[in-house]
Nanobody, 127 residues
Framework: QLKLVESGGGLVQPGGSMKLSCAAS????????MAWFRQFPGKEREGVSC?????????NYDDSVKGRFTISRDNTKRMVYLQMNDLKPEDTAVYYC???????????????????WGQGTQVTVSS
């Protein structure tokens, strides 16, 4: 059974930084492209960033976070991270880790029926 568990969310001030973590179990993580999504209140989940199976194959970011967020993975530790800098109030959302995405430039096409999801972690950016 595939399992993804996010952690690291919470309350942060605008302009601050926060690092999210995703722990994977039940599958070989290095066989899957990984991603972070976020869900705003009343909205559908949207892609934030993804990283390919081989990090050398690249990463992709939604334009709204490009230059501020950095995705990384440690296959040995079976962890995926999202470093978020210069946070803005509009970044407030529930953030989800996902496995088996189609990691191409456009986040619109990342989701497929075989994606595995974490439970989500709340990130609130407010003063």
């Amino acid at each position: 059974q595939l399992k993804l568990v996010e952690s690291g969310g919470g309350l942060v001030q605008p302009g601050g930084s926060m690092k999210l973590s995703c722990a994977a179990s039940g599958f070989t993580m290095d066989h899957y492209a990984m991603a972070w999504f976020r869900q705003f209140p009343g909205k559908e989940r949207e892609g934030v960033s993804c990283i390919n199976i081989n990090a050398r194959a690249g990463t992709n970011y939604d334009d709204s976070v490009k230059g501020r967020f950095t995705i990384s993975r440690d296959n040995t530790k079976r962890m995926v991270y999202l470093q978020m800098n210069d946070l803005k109030p509009e970044d407030t959302a529930v953030y989800y880790c996902a496995a088996n995405v189609e990691c191409i430039p456009s986040p619109v096409y990342w989701i497929n029926p075989d994606i595995s999801w974490g439970q989500g972690t709340q990130v609130t950016v407010s003063s």
